[in-house]
């Protein structure tokens, strides 16, 4: 059966795309809450370890993914920039914004504790 075929269910042929997303549901949507996790932390890892990733939520929220390791696969290549391109103190900033409104001020407010 080619990928465009499909999966076969009740002796109806179901389109590929259907079948993709009816499988990649239950592995994509598995979550745990924070107590669970910690009471079985042993089994979840199992899971992460056979490849299926776990999503940590506070409550309903997630805070944290736990994805199975991939050593090296997914490291941060360095690119150095094309020959010709100038240094980056070389580079003109551009001119100052002409506004009526005092930044300092704004960010001041932003920062302040809510009383």
Same mark, same amino acid.
């Given at each position: 059966? /080619? $990928?465009?075929? #499909?999966?076969?269910? /009740? !002796?109806?042929?179901?389109? @590929?795309?259907?079948?993709?997303?009816?499988? #990649?549901?239950? +592995? +994509?949507?598995?979550?745990?809450?924070?107590?669970?996790?910690?009471?079985?932390? $042993?089994?979840?890892?199992?899971? +992460?370890?056979? #490849? !299926?990733?776990?999503?940590?939520?506070?409550?309903?929220?997630?805070?944290?993914? *736990?994805?199975?390791?991939?050593?090296? $696969? @997914? @490291?941060? @290549?360095?690119? !150095?920039?094309?020959?010709? *391109? #100038?240094?980056? $103190?070389?580079?003109?900033?551009?001119?100052?914004?002409?506004?009526? +409104?005092?930044?300092?001020?704004?960010?001041?407010?932003?920062?302040?504790?809510?009383?």
């Amino acid at each position: 059966m /080619n $990928s465009q075929e #499909g999966l076969e269910f /009740n !002796h109806v042929r179901l389109p @590929a795309f259907l079948d993709m997303t009816i499988c #990649g549901y239950t +592995v +994509v949507m598995q979550t745990v809450k924070i107590a669970e996790l910690k009471a079985r932390l $042993s089994e979840y890892l199992r899971r +992460v370890r056979r #490849g !299926h990733p776990v999503t940590v939520l506070d409550r309903e929220t997630p805070i944290a993914r *736990i994805v199975p390791y991939a050593p090296d $696969s @997914a @490291a941060l @290549a360095i690119r !150095h920039p094309p020959p010709g *391109i #100038g240094k980056l $103190s070389a580079l003109r900033l551009p001119p100052p914004l002409k506004i009526d +409104v005092d930044i300092v001020r704004l960010l001041m407010e932003e920062r302040q504790p809510e009383r």
